[in-house]
């Protein structure tokens, strides 16, 4: 049997570590999905009640949903992925989906919380992009997005309809680091920037970045950065500790308001970074940039997982529909994520449909930060897409990463 089905309820319970991301809704104009989802009366008499980070538990996001499903009720509760995880695994029935990282459904498919969703009730399915459903040669089956999220082979029922991804780099100030040194996950641990860099409290998050600075540094040769053995696991944190012990971070942040307040402030200079995080300091007319790592991005996916004790199944499946019907992946794009659905192309103004997605310079007046001419960092989507190192994944040796991670955190 494979070590990822052996794991423990205490560990599941237990979560992978500090912090997870809060991005704030921010005040992107969000046009309404009437047009592109039809009202479902027999909605009327069921409610949707989700959990999730607030990168998609938005209010006015849920709102228009209501009135665009005509689904009875609605209510969204912004949480951490280890606090969500904790609640169903522990038998709360206060909700009907998780809204949650990829890697972390094997929590909950295995201890049987979650029912997969049929793709013939996602009418809004068939313009999904070819991330989702076509495997890429460059990684195992088990190591790629379109290996974790359906339930059959057939790709028929999915675990979790993806709703929002992206692909994480370095964020950093560049009057301060040039590009070429930022260009490495190695900046958050070169000596140059003792005191002054940072990075994220969740393991799942942050050893892989490790591990690709280690393999860069000549200290590791780790192939999979999302999925290492014990013996490198325990390296890293050795490296972790030892750079810790010697001042290297401000911090170890995990709240998307602290990240911003540490770049912003100048208190840290360089630090894995979530791209939003980085629009919105340069929202505050502060010099911020997101880097392009010559070892690769971190890929990963949220979208919302059907929970199994949910008596609003039809609403749940409504919900994950509509994240795919165009509207709602404005909102998250304006922030600097990327919807998994070209329906959005639909909804959202060509210009800035140009930007965000196809490389193209910002055309109009200025917006949070971004200027006539200006591009976005790393190109368009087809350029970031080819420079992914890995997807996340919820690692074989999960037990023993979160066990050391703890040692870490407590050195």
């Known amino acids: 049997m494979n070590k990822q089905m052996e794991m423990t309820r205490r560990f599941l319970l237990k979560g992978a570590g500090a912090g997870a991301m809060a991005v704030a809704a921010g005040s992107v104009p969000f046009a309404s999905a009437s047009r592109a989802f039809a009202q479902d009366s027999a909605l009327a008499n069921e409610s949707l009640r989700t959990i999730g980070l607030s990168v998609t538990v938005q209010e006015r996001i849920l709102a228009d949903f209501k009135t665009a499903s005509g689904v009875g009720s609605v209510s969204g509760t912004a949480s951490t992925h280890p606090d969500a995880q904790t ?123 490790v591990f690709m600075a280690m393999n860069t540094l000549g200290l590791s040769d780790v192939k999979n950065p999302a ?33 911003v307040n540490l770049l912003a402030s100048g208190e840290m200079v360089v630090c894995d970074a979530w791209q939003p995080a980085v629009m919105a300091v340069k929202a505050q007319g502060k010099a911020c940039r997101y880097a392009v790592p010559k070892e690769g991005y971190r890929g990963w996916a949220i979208g919302p997982a059907m929970l199994a004790s949910s008596p609003n199944k039809e609403a749940v499946a409504a919900y994950a529909d509509y994240w795919l019907s165009g509207p709602p992946g404005i909102a998250v794009s304006e922030q600097g994520y990327y919807s998994p659905s070209t329906n959005l192309k639909q909804f959202m103004a060509p210009e800035k449909y140009a930007f965000w997605y196809e490389g193209k310079p910002w055309v109009g007046a200025p917006e949070r930060g971004i200027k006539e001419g200006d591009l976005r960092d790393g190109g368009s989507l087809e350029q970031r897409a080819a420079n992914v190192a890995y997807w996340h994944q919820w690692p074989e040796e999960y037990d023993h990463l979160v066990q050391k991670w703890d040692e870490f955190l407590s050195a």
């Open 227 to 259: 999925n290492p053995s014990p013996a490198e696991i325990d390296e890293a944190i050795k490296f972790l500790i030892a750079k810790k012990k010697d001042g290297q971070f401000r911090a170890l942040w995990g709240d998307f308001g602290e990240l």
């Open 87 to 209: 609640k169903i695994l522990s038998g709360s029935a206060d909700y009907d989906c998780w809204e949650t990282n990829v890697e972390r459904l094997p929590a909950v498919v295995m201890t049987n919380n979650v029912e997969a969703v049929p793709v013939s009730a996602l009418k809004n399915w068939a313009n999904i992009r070819d991330t989702f459903t076509k495997p890429n040669d460059k990684w195992a089956a088990n190591a790629q997005i379109t290996g974790q999220i359906w339930a059959d082979e057939g790709q028929t029922k999915l675990w979790l309809v993806p709703a929002v991804y992206n692909y994480d780099s370095v964020g950093y100030n560049p009057e301060i680091v040039s590009d070429e040194e930022a260009n490495s996950w190695t900046a958050l641990f070169d000596p140059k920037w003792k005191g002054k860099s940072g990075l994220n409290t969740d393991p799942l998050t942050a050893l892989g970045q």
